[in-house]
């Protein structure tokens, strides 16, 4: 079993429009948890971390649940900047500080 | 400051023939990691290092080596391609929280 699970998508919405990227991890002893953003051909970048009491930061807000071992990212207000990879990031601060990486959910913001 | 810095950017092999990855970082980094991405598989760490003149074998480790002679400089080794080897590698580096990736290799193995 992944130890990241997430939705590949694609998903293709208008811009405007809000949409939410669900992901779930397999290890109880995850620590610290991430959304990072890939866009193509290009290295993932950290987007937001995520916050046990949930975060927000401008149009993006995060969600943790850590009893059902999930993670979320809502994004409001679509921009076509927003078309990109998204990945689900776990630490379990083991050897090595280790980052496990979901297969990322990709997005499309359309005109 | 330049961050995490690979080279080269691209490169064609023939299978069989070997190369070298580098990877510089300039932020006192101690944890340096070599990752390959493919479609439809993610992220995938081959080798990894916890510090200078430390290495440690990841998920898939297989055909690759690595060393950490210098804590900013990470080497990751094919010592004779093989076209399951196409894939494009990034290297990344971490202190405590967060990751800071290189802008990657694309290599294709012929």
């Known amino acids: 079993r992944k130890e990241v699970e997430q939705d590949p998508g694609p998903f293709n919405v208008p811009e405007g429009a809000t949409v939410a990227f669900n992901c779930t991890y397999s290890?109880?002893?995850?620590?610290?948890f991430f959304w990072y953003r890939q866009d193509c051909r290009k290295e993932p970048k950290l987007l937001m971390s995520?916050?046990?009491s949930g975060n927000e930061d401008g149009r993006f807000t995060a969600q943790l649940n850590r009893a059902s071992q999930y993670i979320s990212l809502l994004i409001r207000d679509s921009k076509l900047s927003d078309s990109a990879t998204y990945l689900c990031?776990?630490?379990?601060?083991?050897?090595?500080?280790?980052?496990?990486f979901g297969t990322g959910t990709s997005l499309t913001v359309i005109p | 400051n330049a961050g995490v810095t690979q080279t080269p950017k691209f490169r064609v092999l023939k299978t069989g023939q070997s190369m070298t990855l580098l990877c510089a970082q300039d932020?006192?980094?101690?944890?340096m990691y070599w990752y390959r991405q493919d479609p439809g598989m993610g992220l995938r760490l081959i080798h990894y290092?916890?510090?200078?003149?430390?290495?440690a074998k990841g998920e898939v480790p297989d055909g690759y080596n690595v060393s950490r002679l210098k804590k900013q400089n990470f080497l990751l080794g094919l010592e004779s391609a093989a076209p399951s080897q196409t894939s494009v590698y990034f290297c990344?580096?971490?202190?405590?929280?967060?990751?800071?990736f290189g802008s990657g290799t694309r290599l294709t193995v012929v």
């Open positions: 995520v916050y046990s």
């Open positions: 990031v776990v630490n379990m601060y083991n050897i090595g500080n280790q980052f496990y």
């Open positions: 290092s916890v510090g200078e003149g430390t290495t």
């Open positions: 990344a580096s971490s202190r405590d929280r967060g990751y800071t």
């Open positions: 932020m006192n980094h101690e944890y």
């Open positions: 290890n109880s002893a995850s620590q610290s």
